[in-house]
Nanobody
Framework: QVQLVESGGGLVQPGGSLSLSCAAS????????MGWYRQAPGKERELVAM??????NYADSVKGRFTISRDNAKNTVYLQMNSLKPEDTAVYYC????????????????WGQGTQVTVSS
């Protein structure tokens, strides 16, 4: 079993900043990818930022404003969000692709519970 615990959401004014954290724990053999998705009411879940190996990928809508980082020793990923806009309002979900056993042929997706980010004046 792998658990992803998120923290750092909240209410912020447009132009403000928030930092999110996600810590993975449990039976982890290897984390192949780890990062963030978000979902706003009535919209599809979308990729925000992701580590795949040592490479990073960002949604075009957040490039230049959001920065993903990680602490491999703590199995933790962070998302620094600057210059926030109302359209960034969503539930942000941590995602990790994890191999829980060395003999498993494919990694398995795990999801955090989600943390609300609201950008409003």
């Amino acid at each position: 079993q792998v658990q992803l615990v998120e923290s750092g959401g909240g209410l912020v004014q447009p132009g403000g900043s928030l930092s999110l954290s996600c810590a993975a724990s449990g039976r982890i053999f290897r984390i192949n990818a780890m990062g963030w998705y978000r979902q706003a009411p009535g919209k599809e879940r979308e990729l925000v930022a992701m580590f795949t190996g040592d490479s990073t990928n960002y949604a075009d809508s957040v490039k230049g404003r959001f920065t993903i980082s990680r602490d491999n020793a703590k199995n933790t990923v962070y998302l620094q969000m600057n210059s926030l806009k109302p359209e960034d309002t969503a539930v942000y979900y941590c995602n990790a692709r994890v191999k829980t056993r060395p003999w498993s042929p494919e990694p398995y997706d795990f999801w955090g519970q989600g943390t609300q980010v609201t950008v409003s004046s």
